[in-house]
T-cell receptor
Framework: NAGVTQTPKFQVLKTGQSMTLQCAQD?????MSWYRQDPGMGLRLIHY???????DQGEVPNGYNVSRSTTEDFPLRLLSAAPSQTSVYFC??????????FGNGTRLTVT | AQSVTQLDSHVSVSEGTPVLLRCNYS??????LFWYVQHPNKGLQLLLK??????LVKGINGFEAEFKKSETSFHLTKPSAHMSDAAEYFC???????????????FGTGTSLTVIP
């Protein structure tokens, strides 16, 4: 079982560039989510999805887009990167009453 | 509305002494509760979970937590701290009733545990 797979592990962008963080899970989880983690602020929810074709905003959605065309995949898009988006990003998934299963994270630096 | 409060942002203990990390929650429903651990530059790993079965929950690495509904608490404990326990710990509340309509999971802001040799 691969669990939750995030790619890439590290990324450096210049201000204004766009990119997509990939997230895939092989556990048939209907719930998927993206968090960012910044020092002293814990994990903050960016976007989440309760099933294919359904997405919604979390606490800090500005500057990010998501889509959920399949159960397995939940990519996070940065349309025009800003230094404030420098962070560690985690994808997580769950099903029913199971706990969240996390990916290993993507460390993003925007210069 | 659901929320989670971790009462200490930093806890420091000596190796071999007990660990207590405090978590209080508010929930409109019967919640599921979790503790996660994050070692430096790593992802989040599940330590233990409470899902309406026994109120005393045992997890990995000797950790346990007790669900106290009357106090709305879910404190994490370990009898004897080890150097390898130094990490960030997160308390999480899940509202399964929101599964099909909204966000389910609410995170505390974390407690950083330091273990002094």
């Amino acid at each position: 079982n691969a669990g939750v797979t995030q790619t890439p592990k590290f990324q450096v962008l210049k201000t204004g560039q766009s990119m997509t963080l990939q997230c895939a899970q092989d556990m048939n989880h209907e719930y998927m989510s993206w968090y960012r983690q910044d020092p002293g602020m814990g994990l903050r929810l960016i976007h989440y999805s309760v099933g294919a074709g359904i997405t919604d905003q979390g606490e800090v959605p500005n500057g990010y887009n998501v889509s959920r065309s399949t159960t397995e995949d939940f990519p996070l898009r940065l349309l025009s990167a800003a230094p404030s988006q420098t962070s560690v990003y985690f994808c997580a998934s769950s099903r029913g009453e199971s706990p969240l299963h996390f990916g290993n994270g993507t460390r993003l630096t925007v210069t | 509305a659901q929320s989670v409060t971790q009462l200490d942002s930093h806890v420091s203990v000596s190796e071999g002494t007990p660990v207590l990390l405090r978590c209080n929650y508010s929930s409109s429903y019967s919640p599921s509760l979790f503790w996660y651990v994050q070692h430096p530059n790593k992802g989040l790993q599940l330590l233990l979970k409470y899902t309406s079965a026994a109120t005393l929950v045992k997890g990995i690495n000797g950790f346990e937590a007790e669900f106290k509904k009357s106090e709305t608490s879910f404190h994490l404990t370990k009898p004897s701290a080890h150097m390898s326990d130094a990490a960030e710990y997160f308390c999480v509340v899940s509202d399964i009733s929101a599964r099909n309509t909204g966000n389910q999971f609410y995170f505390g802001t974390g407690t950083s545990l330091t273990v002094i040799p």
